[in-house]
């Protein structure tokens, strides 16, 4: 691919001003405004400076940074346009290769539309030029959406996983890319041959990846049993001794649909298994799948006992309310997880989810815990603020970067998007036109800063995601 | 305003060619291709033929039609660029002085949200100059979404809801336009001084918008009591018996959340209002508020006996997915209010809902029936097509232009829509840039129709929406 020159590529030094927003905690955003913050050539933020005078930059603040003025690019965010810079999202659980898919999904729920819709499709990915259309598209559609960071499932083929991984590694677009392992319950046409063939498949895409990208800056591989029904006993069991053997993240779904669940129970029988007790989280327990690095999408029916093992192990969830609601699968309850000590992010699984964007995510976040909330459940409502922290800090947690990436700290790592929510509204009568290559948030010129960030999550789109940054490096930009 | 002109302008004959899709049933959508749909001078289809060679029109089409072929102007769907007619969408719910206040309602429910962040706001609407930039706004906007024609509530005052019904003709959208009836429970600041003040206002209201479109084929009054916990029994009976003596449609909430059920229980028990029974419904039963023509929004926690009620006096719903989500009001049972024969569209109800856009209604309509049918009640999900019916057709039916809008049958209006999802994807590795400009669908040429429908229907926004008209008149059209 000849793409590792791109992605190591030392950016120059960067200067950041103006207006940054960003989780400082679950429940807090912070805001900063005047302030400068300084990203060196390996896309660290090195300095924050409040209430910061840029006129003042090349004589005092570049010195002491080191850094020779005309060597720094300088990048503003445009108050007239109200302009903020947010940390970049993080999308915890997507298919890459069913991104043909998003908003075809009829009236199915999980299982029957495995076998209708995504099967079929996903078997088609084999061939490298439909493959290479549809991840280049949908690379270029996250990052429009100011994903900085995806956790894909590619499929069962090596070769187009790694090309996968190839194509985010050029669009310097941070991922996890795994090779997904399937040796039962799936069609015969798309299926591993036997658990020796599935691991055999994925040490190999790991190798790929792990060439390609050596420090894992921006790529690494992900150790990726579909999920239960469809990986046999002896497959989970080699796929949790990798796991260990290697330190790698794992990545599969739990507890998504009831039906499901029902199927994993009579599959995976306790005795059968010699596991500790008789529920889903046990079968991956069982198998050694449950570490610190492991992302379990959906979560959605997991009970109380459930939910203390994964807490024990430091396994966290993906919430994906998109899928969970077109699927019908239910309506997991977020705050009851987050109140268990449980580290949760959001993930769009497209397609079982149609938006290919985080912030819809953070959105449809905040009205499934509405959903849940209804009647009874006060306090399971979440706010502006807590679906955003989803969106990045919390999505950092499950992606390994805690720390790393999801706000503005110094030493954190500038992976940031700059969102423009227009000119305030004047009226003008018949102004409209260019107005709506704004985007569709509309802010009048009296609203609050938390109140900009509330039009923003329920209407903004990528529209107002004018620039994205990975690592330093600018990563996407509209025209 | 100078306005009439430009409304009742002749437009010339227009033929309209290519992909027309639009809702048969309430289960099925048509498929017309290569089809030709003329429209005359007062906007109404007079011919459509299916299966149409667009060479020919000169000698023979235009010919039988009477229409000299250098007077047609003609308009076709580009199939490269996956365009299709589809009718107007119909909001038939919101107000459009809470539009500045999309996204804005923090942890609220209905009771303290109107306290909170609507009754300031549609109270400082009554200065003039902000009501124009605010109506304006609003109008370009939902115009931009494809929304034809809206059943709006201003505000109670009088001067700024004409200003509003001037906006809506001069802008060429069709509307209902009420005046707020509100003599109680509201702010001091925000009050009518009486019944008998708040009823002269509306006459006033409807006087003058039947005086600036004598036949209502643009803007038409609507008789507004806010709801029952803000009208005195004496409004209310006054308001009825105004609704018998003109004939006019009404529009109220009804069965929103359960706080304000309970608060109506208290303020109107059946003995005091001599009503014959005990529920919100029977209150505007009572006072002669329940028409044929009578818009209900909301009905979340109707009972089976109200919706009889309901049924027997032809009265209409308004369902209003994102608002009933966003304020945790509830989760509405459309399948079980059409199953009981009850005439449903669709509403923003902006700002209780977020979103200026009814095909965003559509899909939430779809969301909010997995969360009804989740667990047990499988058959009130409601497909693709059935929420785009009650976008179009069945919207239709609730703002009295049944047979007229939300098709394309020969005698109806033309209100419709041109959409565009965008070339197919190619394999352009960096061709992103201009394909974002064409909206966040994307086709990838092996599609079905129906397919289409739905990536449009899940992930379309404005940008999908290339030109709006309404009755004939060009109102709208993306650069």
């Known amino acids: 691919m000849g793409s590792q020159e791109q992605t190591t590529l030392a950016t120059q030094n960067q200067l950041f001003y103006g207006t940054f927003i960003y989780p400082k905690t679950l429940t807090d955003l912070e805001y900063l405004h005047n302030t400068a913050v300084a990203v060196d050539q390996n896309g660290t933020i090195v300095a924050i400076e409040p209430d910061y005078d840029l ?3 090349a004589s005092t603040f570049f010195p002491r940074l080191g850094w020779a003025p005309d060597s ?8 007239s346009h109200n302009q903020f810079f947010f940390p970049g999202f993080i999308d915890t659980h997507l298919h890459a290769p069913q991104y043909p898919n998003v908003g075809i999904f ?5 299982l029957d539309w495995l076998e209708t819709y995504t099967f079929p499709l996903e078997a088609s990915l084999s061939d490298p030029a439909k493959a290479r259309t549809v991840y280049n598209r949908v690379i270029r559609k996250t990052l429009s959406h100011g994903t900085t960071c995806a956790a894909y499932y590619a499929t069962k083929d090596v070769t187009t ?4 991984a190839d194509l985010c590694l050029r669009a310097g677009q941070r991922a996890l890319v795994g090779r997904v392992c399937m040796d039962q319950l799936s069609p015969k046409y798309y299926r591993d041959a036997s658990a020796a063939d599935s691991v055999a498949a994925t040490r190999e895409s790991i190798t790929y990846i792990q060439s390609i990208d050596p420090t894992g800056a921006i790529v690494r591989p992900v150790i990726t049993p579909r999920f239960a029904p469809s990986c046999s006993a002896p497959l989970m069991a080699e796929l949790g001794k990798l796991a260990a053997e290697t330190g790698l993240p794992v990545q599969t779904h739990i507890s998504e649909n009831e039906g499901e669940i029902a199927l994993v129970k009579e599959m995976f029988p306790a005795k059968k298994i010699g596991a500790k007790g008789d529920t889903y989280t046990h079968v991956y327990d069982t198998f050694g799948l449950l570490t610190d690095k492991t992302i379990l999408a959906h979560g959605v029916h997991l009970s109380e006992e459930e939910v203390q093992i994964i807490k024990a192990r430091g396994s966290k969830v993906s919430h994906c309310p998109c899928s969970n609601s077109a699927l019908t699968s239910g309506a997991a309850r977020v705050r009851w997880l987050l109140e268990r000590g449980i ?6 699984d497209m397609s079982g989810g149609y938006s290919p964007s985080v912030l819809e995510m953070a959105r449809q976040a905040a009205l499934v815990s509405r959903h849940v909330a209804m009647g009874y459940r006060e306090r399971a409502k979440l706010t502006v603020e807590e679906v955003l922290y989803l969106a990045t800090k919390g999505g950092a947690e499950l992606v390994g970067m805690k720390g790393k990436v999801g706000g503005f700290e110094v030493g954190m790592e500038w992976d940031a998007q700059l969102i423009g929510l227009g000119r305030d509204v004047v009226d003008e009568e018949y102004e409209g036109e260019e107005k709506e290559e704004e985007g569709n948030v509309d802010v009048f010129g009296w609203e609050s800063w938390p109140n900009k960030v509330a039009k923003w999550l329920f209407n903004g789109d990528d529209r107002n995601t004018k620039k994205v940054w990975v690592k330093g490096r600018l990563v996407h930009e509209r025209k």
């Open 343 to 348: 580290e949760v992010g959001l993930g769009t």
């Open 72 to 79: 720094v690019s300088i990048h503003s965010s445009l108050a």
């Open 55 to 57: 006129s003042q930059a």
């Open 106 to 110: 009829g009236k199915s729920t999980l």
């Open 161 to 164: 996983t790694n090309l996968l």
